[in-house]
């Protein structure tokens, strides 16, 4: 099997992994024999053809749809997969037709389908020479979010904004970079402009793990909207801070660098592992706790949380866009439940009297949110609100509630390539 052929089995794999078995893209992409063996510029396609593929689903079956009546089903459904990959590679890849086709129609045959490659020819035939004028009329920011994750957006922010969201999720997130010192060094060196919060932010391609400043941890990769939750703890030098659900841990290195006495809690021992190597390769050093957050009992209560919680993820769509066709409102109900647990133990249980607690999800969702948060100040009255004011955001006052909490969007810097959508309250235990 030639590398081209083997690269786009690969992709299918994991389409398959993704779309069927319901694994996250990037575990299954992890998890893949063959995917390490590729080599740098294979492994590029892959990813690039599996994103563009979750990106821009809807419009992809939307097309397809027009043009195949009965989608393969059962033990055919492995040839709708492969329809999706060509049409992605036709319709938004710039792959020359020759290419996108025959490959398809050989990775039918491949998957075990032999009876499926007339079909698959003849349609992706069709997508080469109708499916541009297909999308013309069409509507990406709808058809490309799903119908619950829709509605949920409009019905909180109203339809202009849900459209904007959409619209930005299917624009390739650019790679952000926390710098541990010298942002303004780091920025030049690195060739990225140095946004408002601190943040490197780069345009360019190129392996992560071979730009400068990698090896010795100089900087590590985190969103510009994730570096938030962590300054909005105010001074921490010298203090006792929990980080709780902290793997991978951007939000610990952030912590440490500013000076806080770091406890870092995950229940995943491989991220607890991950974790340790990062802070190892920034020459940061915190106690790494591996346990159920919800539970643990330290022996003393600390001066200041950051709670990341678990949650649905839709503000990162732009990053994993996997994450809308994987997920669902019963995703978002049963997350709600473990956000509470958290959120009790941490403010019961974690907190010192008079310490401060920043919670923070990186969801869009409102139950997620406000909704979690309303009902945790309407439960405990030794709980208030700490409003947060646009002074501490420079460059994103439009982020801060009514309410003093943070909120941000997708569609936020839209001219300097978005953010990612977190919610993020600060509140403050009576002395």
């Known amino acids: 099997m030639d590398a081209t052929l083997v690269s786009r089995r690969v992709a299918l794999d994991v389409l398959v992994a993704c779309l069927d078995k319901g694994q996250p893209l990037d575990d299954a ?49 492995v040839a709708r997969h492969v329809l999706r990959l060509g049409a992605a590679q036709l319709l938004f890849l710039g792959t020359p037709a020759h290419a996108a086709v025959d490959t398809s ?76 010192t010298d942002a303004e060094g780091w920025a030049a060196r690195l060739d990225g402009e140095l946004l408002a ?22 900087w590590w990769v985190q969103d510009a909207a994730a570096t938030l939750p962590a300054r909005l703890l105010g001074e921490v030098t010298g203090k006792n801070v929990a980080d709780l659900c902290a793997a991978p ?51 003393a209560p600390f001066d200041a949380i950051l709670l990341d919680a678990p949650c649905s993820g839709t503000g990162t769509l732009r990053r994993h866009p996997d994450i809308a066709w994987l997920k669902d409102e019963d995703d978002v109900a049963r997350l709600t439940l473990t956000q509470d647990r958290l959120l009790m133990h941490a403010t019961t249980s974690l907190l010192k009297p008079g310490g401060t607690l920043v919670y923070a999800v990186c969801s869009l969702q409102e139950d997620e949110g406000p909704a979690r948060v309303e009902a945790l100040l309407a439960r405990d009255a030794h709980l208030s609100r700490r409003k947060v004011v646009p002074a501490e955001l420079p460059g ?36």
């Open 29 to 77: 992409l992890a998890r893949h024999p063959g995917f390490p063996s590729l080599d740098p510029r294979d492994r590029a396609f892959v990813r690039l053809l599996l994103a563009t593929t979750l990106r821009r689903l809807g419009e992809i079956d939307a097309v397809l749809g027009h043009l195949v009546e009965r989608p393969p089903e059962g033990a055919n459904a």
């Open 105 to 180: 129609v050989r990775l039918v045959v491949d998957a075990g389908r032999p009876h499926l490659k007339g079909l698959a020819n003849a349609v992706l035939r069709r997508v080469s020479g109708e499916g541009l004028a297909l999308l013309g009329d069409r509507d990406p920011a709808r058809l490309n979010a799903p119908h619950w994750l829709w509605q949920s957006w409009a019905e909180s922010y109203g339809e202009p904004v849900a459209r904007a969201i959409a619209a930005a999720h299917l624009i390739e997130a650019p790679l952000d970079l926390t710098p541990r």
């Open 197 to 218: 919060t601190g943040t490197i932010r780069r345009r360019g391609g190129g392996a992560v793990t071979e730009l400068p400043g990698f090896a010795e941890g100089a």
């Open 249 to 299: 841990g951007g939000k610990t290195l952030q912590l440490c660098a500013l000076g806080a006495r770091v406890t870092a809690v995950d229940i995943s021992a491989r991220r607890m592992a991950r974790l340790g190597e990062n802070l190892q390769r920034a020459g940061l050093s915190a106690e790494l706790v591996t346990a159920d957050a919800s539970k643990w009992v330290p022996e």
């Open 396 to 431: 994103l006052a439009e982020a801060v509630t009514p309410a003093g909490d943070v909120r941000t969007l997708p569609s936020m810097w839209p001219d300097r390539g978005g953010l990612d959508g977190f919610y993020v309250a600060r509140l403050v235990k009576a002395a």
